[in-house]
Nanobody, 128 residues
Framework: QVPLVESGGGLVQAGGSLRLSCAASVRTFSTYVMGWFRQAPGKEREFVGAISGSGSSTTSTDSVKGRFTASRDNAKNTVYLQMNSLKPEDTAVYYC?????????????????????WGQGTQVTVSS
């Protein structure tokens, strides 16, 4: 059973919105910090945002602040990434990630390290 499954990607025009979802089958979902990363062609995987286990704290990379918001529903074992005002440079494969051994700021600082589970990724394409 795949621990994390993303959905919600697609093609959108610049200025549009998408909401990504990540359904988790891990036990004790609320004990995991959940993060979102993205990887554009020819580039390294980069941190986008993270949310604490309770959902009370979030952080995001500067390039998406004010446009992207992470949220979670622990009753549904699901984390979301609401993406507004999308830009062509947001085009990438988006991955959700789960970690029990970090906090949201460490996840932002460490990047794609110390991650327990990765989703399979979902493509987001923003046309100009």
């Amino acid at each position: 059973q795949v621990p994390l499954v993303e959905s919600g990607g697609g093609l959108v025009q610049a200025g549009g919105s998408l909401r990504l979802s990540c359904a988790a089958s891990v036990r004790t979902f609320s004990t995991y910090v959940m993060g979102w990363f993205r990887q554009a062609p020819g580039k390294e995987r980069e941190f986008v945002g993270a949310i604490s286990g309770s959902g009370s704290s979030t952080t995001s990379t500067d390039s998406v602040k004010g446009r992207f918001t992470a949220s979670r529903d622990n009753a549904k074992n699901t984390v979301y990434l609401q993406m507004n005002s999308l830009k062509p440079e947001d085009t990438a494969v988006y991955y959700c990630a789960a970690s029990r051994f970090t906090d949201i700021f460490s996840m932002a600082r460490n990047g794609p390290n110390k991650i327990d589970y990765w989703g399979q990724g979902t493509q987001v394409t923003v046309s100009s």
